[in-house]
């Protein structure tokens, strides 16, 4: 399992994207997380609600 998000974060990883957002709603269908990924060397993933995404991505990229 896996493999499909593997070659997609490679794929990511091999564009020059500092980060990925993995997207998936839990058992009820309900979207209210995603997993934010860095990627690279010291890739780790941070679960971030929807709706401080902005607010999260605004600290990661405050020159966007």
Do not use: H, I, W
């Amino acid at each position: 399992g896996g493999g499909k998000m593997n070659n997609q974060l490679k794929k990511a990883f091999n564009s020059g994207a500092s980060y990925a957002l993995v997207v998936e709603a839990d058992e009820q269908g309900v979207l209210d997380q995603v997993k934010l990924r860095q990627l690279g060397d010291e890739s780790s993933t941070e679960q971030v609600p929807v709706q401080e995404l902005l607010s999260k991505l605004k600290l990661l990229y405050p020159n966007a």
